[in-house]
């Protein structure tokens, strides 16, 4: 669905430099293809150092900013930032259009300044917003906000800035990967799904029809209610043992639904983050002790 589709005027001037912008994003784009830590989907963390990981921020500002402060990425070279599941929520702008867009800039912004570090992992939102699927919550039609506030923001360059976006999105990487036995993604297949799965789809280069309704991406980024069983089919396959996600909302800000999964979401007041080390063995218990609010760090 098109801004047109949404009966959206794009005519206003733009307010913010859409340039520069598409060039942000663009070499973020890039830079994630081009990582030399990755397999095919996979980024294979080094045996040192340690990876921050956030849940679902939703736009949420102050938590992003929290955590970027925290993670302090300049004086940490060997800290890691993981990102996900950033567009739909947060601020709006006068006309009630979502802002979360600009979260998605600035962290595209992050990864040109930390190609290394900063590592954006794809989302189911990420892909709605590429096939344009119909995302609610409660009464509010996410896609249509996100799409009002780039028309806002952008006017007649919005689409132009949307399919850049797009682009940033086809090339993140599935997940990560540590060697010390954590895998990190937004999801992973629920039960039903493993019985097909097609776990080549982290190898190999994804194309057109993956992003599609069909196949087993659409049941990677989509899949909840992973029961013990689910969990250690798909641990074992993909030689982990412990799996850390988000896409589930928590109420708590996390989630330990089985003896494999730490579900983590970030965007709220509520919010979790978790700080793994890569240089030692950990255990799932390990980890599930150490999440933190990310109210607790200084703003």
Same mark, same amino acid.
């Given at each position: 669905?098109?801004?047109?589709?949404?009966?959206?005027? %794009?005519?206003?001037?733009?307010?913010?430099?859409?340039?520069?912008?598409?060039?942000?994003?663009? /070499?973020?784009? @890039?830079?994630?293809? /081009? $990582?030399?830590?990755?397999?095919?989907?996979?980024?294979?963390?080094?045996?040192?150092?340690?990876?921050?990981?956030?849940?679902?921020?939703?736009?949420?500002?102050?938590?992003?900013?929290?955590?970027?402060?925290?993670?302090?990425?300049?004086?940490?070279?060997?800290?890691?930032?993981?990102?996900?599941? @950033?567009?739909?929520?947060?601020? %709006? $702008? $006068?006309?009630?259009?979502?802002?979360?867009?600009?979260?998605?800039?600035?962290?595209?912004?992050?990864?040109?300044?930390?190609?290394?570090?900063?590592?954006?992992?794809?989302?189911?939102?990420?892909?709605?917003?590429?096939?344009? @699927?119909?995302?609610?919550?409660?009464?509010?039609?996410?896609?249509?906000?996100?799409?009002?506030?780039? &028309?806002?923001?952008?006017?007649?360059? &919005?689409?132009?800035?949307?399919?850049?976006?797009?682009?940033?999105?086809?090339?993140?990487?599935?997940?990560?990967?540590?060697?010390?036995?954590?895998? #990190?993604?937004?999801?992973?297949?629920?039960?039903?799904?493993?019985?097909?799965?097609?776990?080549?789809?982290?190898? /190999?280069?994804? %194309?057109?029809?993956?992003?599609?309704?069909? =196949? =087993?991406?659409?049941?990677?980024?989509?899949? /909840?209610?992973?029961?013990?069983?689910?969990?250690?089919?798909?641990?074992?396959?993909?030689?982990?043992?412990?799996? #850390?996600?988000?896409?589930?909302?928590?109420?708590?800000?996390?989630? #330990?639904?089985?003896?494999?999964?730490? @579900?983590?979401?970030?965007?709220?007041?509520?919010?979790?983050?978790?700080?793994?080390?890569?240089?030692?063995?950990?255990?799932?218990?390990?980890?599930?002790?150490? #999440?933190?609010?990310?109210?607790?760090?200084?703003?």
């Amino acid at each position: 669905m098109s801004h047109e589709d949404w009966d959206l005027s %794009t005519d206003a001037a733009p307010d913010r430099n859409y340039a520069e912008v598409l060039d942000t994003v663009h /070499r973020a784009a @890039i830079l994630s293809r /081009r $990582d030399a830590k990755r397999r095919g989907n996979v980024v294979h963390l080094p045996r040192r150092g340690e990876v921050l990981v956030t849940g679902d921020l939703h736009g949420c500002r102050e938590n992003y900013e929290r955590i970027v402060k925290f993670a302090d990425l300049g004086r940490n070279p060997e800290r890691h930032l993981v990102l996900q599941e @950033i567009v739909h929520g947060g601020p %709006t $702008d $006068d006309q009630g259009g979502c802002r979360s867009f600009e979260l998605l800039e600035d962290a595209a912004r992050l990864k040109t300044e930390f190609p290394e570090q900063v590592h954006m992992l794809l989302a189911n939102h990420d892909v709605a917003e590429m096939l344009n @699927i119909q995302l609610t919550k409660g009464v509010d039609n996410l896609t249509q906000l996100f799409a009002e506030g780039l &028309a806002h923001a952008y006017g007649p360059h &919005a689409a132009e800035v949307k399919a850049a976006y797009c682009a940033l999105f086809r090339a993140l990487p599935l997940a990560l990967k540590t060697y010390n036995g954590v895998w #990190i993604s937004h999801s992973t297949p629920h039960l039903d799904a493993l019985s097909d799965f097609e776990y080549a789809l982290l190898d /190999r280069e994804l %194309t057109d029809e993956d992003f599609s309704y069909e =196949g =087993g991406l659409y049941s990677f980024l989509w899949g /909840r209610n992973q029961d013990e069983m689910a969990a250690r089919i798909f641990a074992e396959h993909v030689g982990s043992e412990i799996l #850390i996600v988000g896409h589930q909302p928590a109420q708590m800000g996390y989630k #330990i639904p089985n003896s494999r999964h730490i @579900i983590l979401y970030s965007d709220n007041q509520l919010g979790r983050y978790l700080m793994v080390p890569l240089g030692k063995s950990v255990t799932h218990a390990d980890l599930a002790l150490s #999440i933190k609010k990310i109210s607790s760090l200084p703003r």
